[in-house]
Every structure is written in structure tokens, then in C-alpha cells.
């Protein structure tokens, strides 16, 4: 056996670690945190239930169920062989099956044991590489490339645990070795899943090609889906280096990393980067995210969350996903050697932290500085059986902490068990690091798998490690210890009796087997009047390892002023229990006042009119039955007896020196003014006040009669008109404090029967009297504001009239009547000789009618007619007169008529008799 170094170390809670320096404290055990609140009982044992040389180095093993009993076991593949081990179901001894052999020279370097073809029975795929090179330590070697065949291997399982190569596809590699501390080990990579989602498993395999300056050219990650009982080339993502920095290698792993039930590609490229201060060397780390149909577009590019600058050296060697975080998302790890100091090489465990949607926030670090960790292999499980993934990993280091990596001196460190609690996020993480020497054989560990080999019920994965042997480590746990209670307080203190007064308690926990172990508390309450409660964690300090509770109550006044003692209870998940008390000191004390359910939150007022709310006093009600002040808040936010703004001015009346307590408000709205405010009143017994009342205050507003300008009481004017005269005039009217002015007029007319003139909206009246207007007119006018409110005045119209003409309405002979004569109109009457001529005239004056005139003057040029009369009676209604003319033969030649004779004409003029 060669002596190399190596070690394992277990992560539990799989936390990530900011970097300073990890120190380490052997013996001790501490519970750690992780953030969001992760915990474990740390501090398992390992149990070494079964180790067996297997006949050669195992570089890599995986776990299932192979033979179809109760697993898991195990499948270790080395050189030109895979072992088969079968579990007896307690994980406490192995039967040895079958011996797979290989071609000569082929070395597996990575292993995978899943259901291949879907038939219930696991089956194993091998990544194995052909004449490969080991150098010890001392050795370098030049940059040349060096080309090896890989080759895939599929390996049926026929249900009882015997296994034959089903299929196989080979791969020329490249591969290049170069300061062999940084890169021992290093090799390509190979990953399974049912990558296409139909039931099956695929892989991909990572592989390299030279480039023209014989470097590594290019860095492929090949997907061979499976189908039918072999596996073809379905995909290749091909990274080609675009500039003379090389590629140096690359790492693989499958997880659904965004959440849609797909799994994706998880990438490491590894090579260098050129800096202004030097070469550095950094894996470059990429998601490829699969459609669902097996195929994978590139998502995420996360170049350069793994690099600082120049003169550094990051030299990854594995990948792997979970939940390491605590927050529900799948974080990333990746593992490295991380050159320190120019030289000195220390180890680092990368997390890249996950966030919905598949995106991805900074780099915590594990910075594993002491004894220069070059950590390896990774395997993720749940060792501590809590929320979120834990994993452990093998590695390899130099304990004399001198900066040469290649003495081989001091290979061997005592055994650290410890934990390093940091002050500031995310918290914690606790380690267990198995040495060789110590709790391990002193041995070559190479590979490891998290798996529950001794299937407790408790779900506590255990350890196999592969290398000289294939050693199982069981997990054992110390038995859980009781939590205790550090202390139970309550605020204020003390509490007081009033029933309101909030008390919160505050209980303060721990256990010796870790925080998340406390599963909840009680506390007994029925001592001051409330119950038994049960509460769960509040909050929590990992560093300190201490819990918090917390609860509110109150104290009601029944409860007489004393010390009460509560007993306080805390459990853990496994059914221990602590015990502890909370002494609650309970006092009297003085109630405040409150506002009585009665007290009025609004009041109403009309505008202008002030009001008195009486018993103001029982507005309130003291609990305590004492006497009670009561204050109004000024305008300045001060407490007085008065309050006035641009709305209203509010005075607090007190009683009589007798009875000062009834109090009263005296309400007085500003003059026209109205809307919404408010008042605030409180009392006080002296030591407590009340809490304010508010009562909003809204002053209605009331509508103002408009008026007519230019009227007074009782509102008569006169307007002097005349006949057919245009007149034209305007009502004008006001409404000043509701300030509208629109106004709708109407009019009544109480001596007429039909309206003599309309009102335009705009108060216009329009209006030409006819002689049948002259007179007195009384015409009562309206002007309302539209809002309900009116006002009218009585006007007198006097129409007078120009001096009319009288006009005859009707000329009889006795036995023919002219009526309706239009002036200049001809009447006619046949006179017979011998007769006479007797005509009745009747003649109407309107100025007579009206008081104008007193009579009418007939006159007529037949005056000459032998026997003429004209007689008129004045007064006659209408006036009358009467010509009368006797028609004798002499004057023949006037009355033969037609056709001899013209006809007897002549005049008849009416005249006023008071007309010049």
C-alpha cells in the first residue's frame, strides 16, 4: 500500500460557510445553526460496523438495491474490477457477489447504480479509463496533453444481483496533468437520470479534445440517452476554449434546479483565466436547463462566481446539488483545492446559493485552511434526519502546516471533532471529521456514498468509503438529553388588574441535544385567571443554542393583587420535557376613563343657528366610580374650554359651583359658513386619562332667499306705460350668501284674465300695450334661486293712451243695418219720394270708455236738405244720433235712384267733443 493522504469529513446541515480561517477544537460537540433556521444534533458517533479489502483500490462506489432484498448495497469499482457486496439488511455485515471483471488496464473513476431499463432491478453504469497514470507525490510532469481511451459501460442486472455489459461506447480522451498537488486525482466525469423523462435512465459523460496549440481544446459534455436494452449519442455540448488559456477538465452532475420536474445539466469547466497580475486557474460553472424532452438549452452562465484574481489556484474535482442552505431551493456545490498563499494549498467547499426560479445569488465558502484539505469526492444525504441536505466528502492534506505540499512529512493530524460558530451569517456549520489513525483505519479513503446502510427507522443516513478498503460507518447518535427552561419573565412588572394592560411573557429555552430539538412549550395560566397554552417557537439564537417563546394575555380585575406562580414546560420532538416557572406579580391599579357607548360621534347644526349639547359629563364612564374632568382640544393641540376655527367657535360650559359636572357645549357656526369638522374631548380622573373622543361636527347649510333689488317692504313700485309704446325692463335680483344668482322668474297677473307679457329666463319683459291695456295693472312677480327658495313683489303697470278717434259701429234706416263699418266705408239706403229719411247712427269712443272723454260732436254737410234734423243723445251708450230728411218732389231729382239720378251723398262727421 502506498501511503497517500487522505481523510473524510462530514457536513452536517450541509450549511456554507462565509470564509475566514476554520480553527478547529478537538473533543468538544456543539449544536450548530444554518440559515433560516437548520439545526442537528451534532455530534454522532462512527461506528465501523464492516471493512473488507476487496483485493484493489476502489476510486468509485454507489449504493441500491442490487440483488432485490432490503439494501442498500454496495457496487465498488477499481482497477479492471467492480465488486459486489450485499447487505444483510442492518448494515452490520456484507456477502461478497459477484466479481465484475474488466478489460485490462481499465480503471472506474466514476460509478453509478440506478434502474437502467425501468425493470424494478438496478443496474450499473461505469466510467472507466484505460492505462491511467498515478503520480506520487515528488513527481510534476510537463503540460503535455495526454491522450486516454474512456469508456461507458452498462452493466443489466438479471434480479438476483448478477450483472452482464449490455452495452458500452468508448471515448478518445485528453487529459493533461500539470502540478500534480492541484490535479491528483482529476479525471472526467460521468452522471446518470432519466433525463428524457420517460421512465428510463440516461448519462452524460464529460470528455476533452486538443486544441491547436495542444491544449485541451474543448471540453464536451456528451448525453447518451438510453433505448431498447443500449445507449446513443443524443447531445453534445461542446465548450471550446477562445483564446490560449486551456481547458483543463470537467465536472458533471443532473438536478431539477428551477423546479419543473425536469432534470438539468449542472457544468465545471476547468482551466485558466489570464489576469493583469498573473495566471489564475478557476472552474467556470454553468446550467443547462432541459426542455423536458431530454434536451438542454443553456440557462445560467455563473463564470466568475468562483474567482478572485490573478496568482490563484482553484482546482475543482467534484459537483453536486441540494438543499444545503435551509431556504427550499437547490443550492450547488462545488469542491477545490484553493492555492492560499502562492503556495500553500488549502481546500474549499463552494455553495453557489439557490433562489426561485432556478436563479442563483453568491458563493458561501466552507475555507478549509488547516492542514491543507484538498477536499474530493462529495455525497449528499440527510445524516442528521433534519430539513435540508447534509453531505460528506473525502480528501486529501499535509497536517505539518509547513508551505510545501510535496514533503511527505507529519501525513497523520489528531482527530478533530468541532464546530465554528461564526458572528455574523448564516450562522454556522458543524463538521465531523473522521481521521485516519483516530476514529478511521490509518488508510487511503478515495470515494464515498450517504446512504441509511443500517435502514433505522429514524432515517439517519450513513457513510461507505472507498480507497484501500470499502468501510461502512454507521451513524450512531448520543441519546437525546432533556431540554431545560433558562428563563420565564414577563413585562411590564408589574401587571395590573385593569383587564387591558397587555403582558408579555417571555421564556427562554435550550437543549443540550440542539435547538430544533425544542418542539414546543406550555405555560399553566389558570393561576391568574386564563389557561393552559401551549406555544411554539418564536425565534431562535443557533450560536447560543437558545429558543424563544413568547405570549400575550392580560390580567383581568377580578384577579386580586399578589404573586402567582406558573409552571412553564418545555418538550422536545422525542417526548423529554423540562420543567421551570414564571412568577407573575400582579397589582392593583387605577383604571382611565373610557368613553361611555352612548357618547354621540356626530352632530348636526343648521348654518347660523348655535346650539347646546347638554351632559357632556356622560360622555364618559370611570370604571373606578371616580370623578371625572373634562377638556376640549383648543386649536392650538392643547387641552382647555374652547375651540374655534373658520367653521365654528365651540365653548365647554361648566356646571354650577354646586354641581360642576354636568358640563355642556355651546356651538356657534360662523356666519354663512358651513361643512364638516370636528371636535376632541377627553377626560381624566386625575392620574389617567381617557382615550379621545372625536365627534365630527356638520353644519348644514340653509338656503337664503334671493332678493329683488331695488324692493321694499311691502315691495310696490309703479311703471307708468301708454299705449302702443315698446316697453322693455329687467327684474334684477341677488342671492349673495349661497352664491348661486340662478334664478327662474314667473309672473301672476290678478286684474286680467290672460298674461299680458312672458318673463325670459334672463328676467326680460317685453311688452307693447294696445288700448285695450290702458288702465291699472297689478302683476305680482316671483324670483326663485332654484334650491327651494323665492321671493315675490307686487307691481302696478298703468297703461295710458293717446287720444283716439270715435269710430261709428253701425249706421239703421230702420229696416237695413250697416255694422262693423271700417273707416271711409260707403253705406247706401233707397229713400222713396215722399218719405223720409231716418237713419240711426251709433258712435263709440274708447277715451270715453276709459274716463278720457265725455262726449262725442256729430256734425254733417246735408245740413242744406230742406228738413234736415241731426239729433244725438250724448248720453247715449254707445252715443247715438239720428238725421231726418224729408224727401219731396222738388228735390225728385235726388231720390230717383238708379239709375237718373245721382245718388244723395253728403257727410257725417263724428268728432270728440272735448277735441280742439
Known sequence: MRERLTGVLIVMLGLMVFSPSFLFFPGEVQVEAAPGGETTRYGFTPNITWSVNPGFEVWALDTGNLDGGSGPDIAAGGLEKIQIYFNNGQGTSFTRGQTISLPTGEKIVRLEVADVDGDGDDDILAWGIFNDVYLDDATQVSQTPTTREFRFNYFENDGSGTFTLKDYITFNNVFVLVYHPYYQDGHWDMTAGDIDNDGDVDAVVVTGQTNSNNWVGSVNFTVLKYDNGSFHVAQTLKYTATRTDPWLWGLADLGDMNGDGYLDLLMVVEGYLSFSNGPALFPRVYVQNNTGSGTFVTSLNLVGIIQTSGSRLVCSYDISHGDFLGTGYTDILVTSNYDVSGNMISGMVWTIGGMANGGFTRTFQIYLEIYHWGPREISVGRLDNQTGDDFGLVFWYDGTLDPSPYDQINRWSATAVSSRPLSYPPAAVALRQMEPGRELPRQIYRTIEVDNMDRDTAGYDDVVLGGDNVTVVLTTYPPPKPPRVLRATHTPLPIHNDGNEIMTINITATDPDGWKDIDRATVDLNPIGDKLVTLQPTSSDPPSGEVYFEYKTTVAPEIPPGLYECNVTIYDKVGLQGEGKLYVRVEQYNRAPIISPSAPREIQLYEDTPIYVEGVYDFFEDPDGDQMLIYLKTESNLWGKSFANNLITVTLVNGSDENPYPYSLHIQPVQDAHGTTRITLKATDGIRDSEELIINVTIISVNDLPKILGISSPGKFDLLLQEGRPFYGRILAEDPHDDNNIFSYYAEFLDDTEPLFRISEEGEIRWTPTNDDV??????????????????????????????????????????????????????????????????????????????????????????????????????????????????????????????????????????????
Open 775 to 916: 288702465g291699472t295693472h297689478r302683476v305680482m312677480i316671483y324670483v326663485d334661486d332654484m334650491e327651494g327658495g323665492n321671493v315675490s313683489a307686487l307691481v302696478w303697470f298703468n297703461v295710458t293712451n293717446e287720444n283716439n278717434a270715435p269710430r261709428i259701429v253701425s249706421i239703421s234706416n230702420g229696416t237695413y243695418t250697416y255694422s262693423n263699418l271700417a273707416p271711409g266705408q260707403v253705406v247706401e239706403f233707397t229713400v222713396y219720394e215722399h218719405d223720409f229719411l231716418n237713419l240711426t247712427i251709433s258712435v263709440v269712443d274708447e277715451d270715453i270708455e276709459i274716463g278720457e272723454q265725455t262726449a262725442v260732436i256729430f256734425t254733417s254737410d246735408l245740413s242744406f236738405y230742406e228738413g234736415y234734423r241731426l239729433i244725438y243723445d250724448p248720453e247715449a251708450d254707445p252715443f247715438t244720433a239720428s238725421i231726418t230728411m224729408k224727401m219731396e218732389n222738388a228735390f225728385g231729382i235726388y231720390c230717383t235712384y238708379p239709375p237718373e239720378y245721382p245718388p244723395l251723398t253728403g257727410n257725417i262727421t263724428v268728432v270728440d267733443q272735448d277735441s280742439s
